[in-house]
């Protein structure tokens, strides 16, 4: 193979995984939108005493 070659080839397989990486990112981030848009219903662990999560006697 000629160093032309290798360039190419080399070149075509970065592209392949920045592509690869930059689906990554966008995944997480839709992700994350997706849980933060509901996250008004959401009840969390924030060190407050909720009755309705405690058990019933």
Request: no cysteine; proline share 2%.
């Given at each position: 193979?000629?160093?032309?070659?290798i360039r190419?080839?080399?070149?075509?397989?970065?592209?392949?995984?920045?592509?690869?990486?930059?689906?990554?990112?966008?995944?997480?981030?839709?992700?994350?939108?997706?849980?933060?848009?509901?996250?008004?219903?959401?009840?969390?662990?924030?060190?407050?005493?909720?009755?309705?999560?405690?058990?019933?006697?």
């Open positions: 193979m000629t160093d032309d070659e190419k080839i080399r070149k075509k397989n970065n592209v392949i995984l920045g592509v690869i990486l930059v689906a990554f990112v966008v995944l997480v981030f839709s992700i994350t939108v997706a849980k933060m848009m509901g996250g008004a219903t959401m009840e969390a662990y924030d060190h407050v005493r909720r009755p309705q999560l405690e058990e019933i006697k």
